[in-house]
């Protein structure tokens, strides 16, 4: 899972931005202006013969502020 759905830089981030484009997702934002250090994705590849799904997770980031829900914008 990604990590980026518990962190307070979720709205400004890069990484997650680049993370939303693969999963074909709208953005948080469009110009995301914060640089996390040391961000880790993770890409998994999983096929059954007639389909590929790549999926990316942010596993590790020395930036990581925790606050649950970041990605809740209706709640914050």
Do not use: R
Not at 3 to 9: E, V
Not at 32 to 60: A, R
Request: glycine residues 4%; charged residues 15%; aromatic residues 10%.
């Amino acid at each position: 899972m990604c990590i980026c759905i518990n962190c307070s830089h979720i709205t400004e981030c890069d990484t997650y931005y680049l993370i939303e484009s693969q999963h074909k997702q709208l953005h948080i934002t469009e110009a995301p202006l914060f640089i996390p250090k040391g961000p880790v994705v993770c890409v998994n590849i999983s096929n059954n013969g007639s389909y590929t799904q790549i999926d990316w997770d942010l596993v590790e980031c020395l930036s990581f502020v925790e606050k649950p829900n970041s990605w809740n914008l209706g709640s914050n």
